[in-house]
Nanobody, 119 residues
Framework: QVQLVESGGGLVQPGGSLRLSCAVS????????MGWYRQAPGEQRELVAH???????NFADSVKGRFTISRDNAKNTVYLQMKSLKPEDTAVYYC?????????????WGQGTQVTVSS
């Protein structure tokens, strides 16, 4: 079974930074692209960043220039480094193998990790 375990969320002040981690098991991790998604209260889950198995990255306009995505294939882990955080970044963050769509991941969703940006 594929498992996706997110961690690293918490409460941070506006302008602060946070790094999220996603540990992946059940697949040959290095063969797959990975994405980070988020779901804010009352909104749909949305892809915010993804990285291909070759290391190419892409970001949603709302986070471009502030977030970076990276991966460590030796650890089967994908990271999301967030800086200059804004209150509108508050959401539950999830990882998954991305599909071509904005909303859908390939596997069942994990529990996610809560990021709250507030003063």
């Amino acid at each position: 079974q594929v498992q996706l375990v997110e961690s690293g969320g918490g409460l941070v002040q506006p302008g602060g930074s946070l790094r999220l981690s996603c540990a992946v098991s059940g697949i040959i991790f290095s063969d797959y692209a990975m994405g980070w998604y988020r779901q804010a209260p009352g909104e749909q889950r949305e892809l915010v960043a993804h990285i291909t198995n070759g290391g190419r990255t892409n970001f949603a306009d709302s986070v471009k220039g502030r977030f970076t995505i990276s991966r460590d294939n030796a650890k089967n882990t994908v990271y999301l480094q967030m800086k200059s955080l804004k209150p509108e970044d508050t959401a539950v963050y999830y990882c998954n193998v991305p599909t071509s769509g904005t909303y859908r991941g390939f596997y069942s969703w994990g529990q996610g990790t809560q990021v709250t940006v507030s003063s």
